[in-house]
């Protein structure tokens, strides 16, 4: 029998608590089986992930969102046995599917959830839980039957469905947590010991991308925001999020503050609902100050200005994390097209890869190698722990590793 195709489960935080299913058929026609569970099980996963909305990041909320869409798909459609029930074999069987799904499963492009037709939300054809992620540059053809996870996609499910059954246990709606004995017995997760390939530029790859934003800022005024940008993602080692406008947090020009010994500081709203105060050094100021200039504003942020702190150049308010992650994109294009013009593909090609958060690890990395203390760049970077950045940018061990086994002869 076939699998059937699946269709969106959740939609956005700010739609959720209010889901009218007459308004989404797809999703009704799901939920109207005889078998009352499903319905019961959709409410739970509504109020679970209502509850990271309301208490978690937007990007957890997102996150999870898709994982406990997949996992209920999979339960509603596949296995089709209510998820109270399950055991550590169940969860095992679920990680087999995850490893394989069906081609009608995986989608090669993020596409919206929802299309508005007629007043009413329908399921986009063009979406699926899984998704084939395709190397930015690659341009041979998309292949899904090649789709298979990656660690950090494995991991990622466990993580979000362990979190949704402590929610159901901690509510009495189940009495047990499958999912942390089945992880341990999951063959497809491997314990990692390999060396962290950190995703940056080269210092020479990020002054040529900086002197790239200044050229495009004095040729063409729109680009100032794009300079200030990147600017601050490397220097401040800022995630895109972290500059972006949300609904319980705006970051303004008064955010930036002078304590009385003349130290500039910014205060950010980070992962886990934490506030912190990044130091700002004096170098940066100049773009901060090119920046105010360029919006009319004096040189330097005063106590309580509300000025967001990126704006849009059409409308009122701060800009998205998409709408500034698109601010960056077009830097790295540029950038990949005249270092290719200059001295070839192959030394271009990081460019095509490049995420904004290629910037903060490309800022915090180039910190610590100029010998920063690691306790400082780990304050200034959010990390809850200084054994992560350890972890992540250091490796002196992997760098010296490295050294040696070059003398090795063939």
Not at 23 to 49: C, I, M, N, R, Y
Request: charged residues 30%.
């Amino acid at each position: 029998m076939a699998i059937p195709k699946p269709v969106p489960l959740y939609p956005t935080y700010k739609d959720l608590k209010a889901v009218k299913l007459e308004e989404f058929p797809d999703l009704a026609a799901v939920l109207a089986d005889t078998d009352q569970w499903k319905s019961k099980a959709w409410l739970w996963g509504q109020e679970f992930l209502s509850y990271i909305g309301r208490n978690k990041s937007e990007h957890t909320f997102t996150r999870f969102r898709s994982e406990v869409e997949k996992f209920l798909l999979w339960a509603f459609l596949v296995k089709d046995k209510p998820i109270d029930q399950y055991r550590k074999a169940d969860i095992l069987e679920y990680a087999d599917f995850c490893w394989r799904p069906p081609l009608t499963w995986i989608c090669l492009s993020n596409v919206e959830k929802f299309l508005i037709k007629g007043g009413l939300y329908i399921s986009n054809s063009e979406w699926a839980p899984f998704r084939l992620m395709i190397a930015k540059g690659d341009i041979s053809k998309p292949d899904k039957k090649k789709y298979r996870p990656s660690q950090e996609t494995l991991q990622a499910t466990f993580t979000a469905v362990n979190a949704f059954y402590k929610h159901l246990t901690d509510e009495e709606y189940c009495y047990g947590n499958p999912v942390q004995l089945a992880k341990k017995d999951c063959r497809y997760l491997i314990k990692d010991a390999q060396v962290k390939d950190v995703k940056r530029l080269t210092e020479d790859q990020w002054n040529f991308l900086l002197e790239v934003a200044h050229t495009m800022a004095d040729d063409d005024s729109r680009y100032e925001r794009n300079l200030f940008l990147i600017a601050s993602l490397k220097t401040l080692f800022l995630r895109i999020s972290e500059y972006s406008d949300r609904a319980e947090w705006s970051p303004t020009m008064s955010h930036f503050w002078k304590d009385n010994d003349n130290n500039w500081w910014l205060k950010i709203y980070g992962k886990g609902r934490k506030v912190r105060d990044i130091t700002v050094p004096p170098s940066f100021l100049r773009y901060l100050t090119r920046y105010r200039l360029y919006r009319g504003l004096n040189k330097l942020p005063v106590p309580g200005e509300n000025h967001p702190i990126i704006e849009k150049l059409r409308g009122r308010g701060g800009m998205t994390a998409r709408q500034l992650s698109r601010l960056v994109q077009e830097v790295f294009d540029q950038a990949y097209e005249q270092m290719k013009a200059r001295y070839g593909e192959d030394n271009a090609s990081n460019f095509k890869e490049a995420t904004s958060h290629w910037l903060r690890h490309t800022g915090a990395s180039l910190e610590i190698e100029r010998g920063r203390s690691l306790k400082d760049v780990s304050e200034d970077l959010g990390h809850a722990s200084m054994s992560t950045t350890d972890t992540v940018y250091v490796q002196a061990d992997d760098k010296k590793r490295a050294a040696s086994g070059k003398e090795r002869k063939v």
